[in-house]
């Protein structure tokens, strides 16, 4: 006997350009609500109302020294629903973001970019663009550059740490 069977394959297709997450779905949004490892607390740069800052850490093997991801608080699909306040905090806070990147890790200057195909939730990348990239490895390469600085969450862990100090004493 046939029975109606909830369709669960029918989203499928909404993961497509037109995608738009709600913060139930958000992946940033649940990480949010829960209460932060002290791995997670370490890493994180800079926080306000409305932003979260934080290292990147691949934690099943070496992290790229100098990866930072900054996302808005609040649940945002797309750059152009941001708030004045929230776009004109982001720009600021990449400015600072970028700056403290340089001083603390010798970065030559920063890429700055934002593709938000993984999670539909305002954030940005700020990466440390280390002097004598290799052409084939600059871009979205970077981190595989043989001579990159890279570490554990030791490391990732100190950076964090000097990062979060200058923004504090920027202030
Ligand atoms: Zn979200």
């Given at each position: 006997?046939n ?35 002290s ?66 890790t ?24 280390y ?41």
């Amino acid at each position: 006997m046939n029975v109606s069977r909830v369709d669960v394959g029918s989203d499928k297709g909404s993961m497509g350009t037109n995608f738009v997450s709600t913060e139930l779905s958000c992946l940033f949004c649940q990480e949010q609500a829960r209460e932060r490892t002290s791995s997670e607390e370490g890493r994180i740069i800079y926080e306000d109302e409305l932003f979260v800052a934080s290292h990147r850490l691949d934690e099943s093997e070496l992290s790229y020294l100098g990866l930072i991801l900054i996302r808005t608080k609040r649940h945002v699909n797309d750059l152009g629903e941001l708030s004045d306040a929230e776009a004109e905090g982001l720009g600021r806070l990449i400015q600072r973001v970028g700056k403290a990147l340089k001083v603390t890790t010798g970065a030559a200057w920063t890429y700055c970019y934002s593709f938000l195909e993984g999670v539909r939730h305002v954030h940005v990348f700020v990466t440390a663009r280390y002097p004598n990239v290799p052409k084939e490895y600059v871009r979205l390469d970077i981190a595989k550059w043989p001579a990159a600085p890279m570490g554990r969450e030791k490391e990732v862990s100190e950076l964090s740490s000097r990062i979060r100090t200058m923004l504090r004493e920027e202030n």
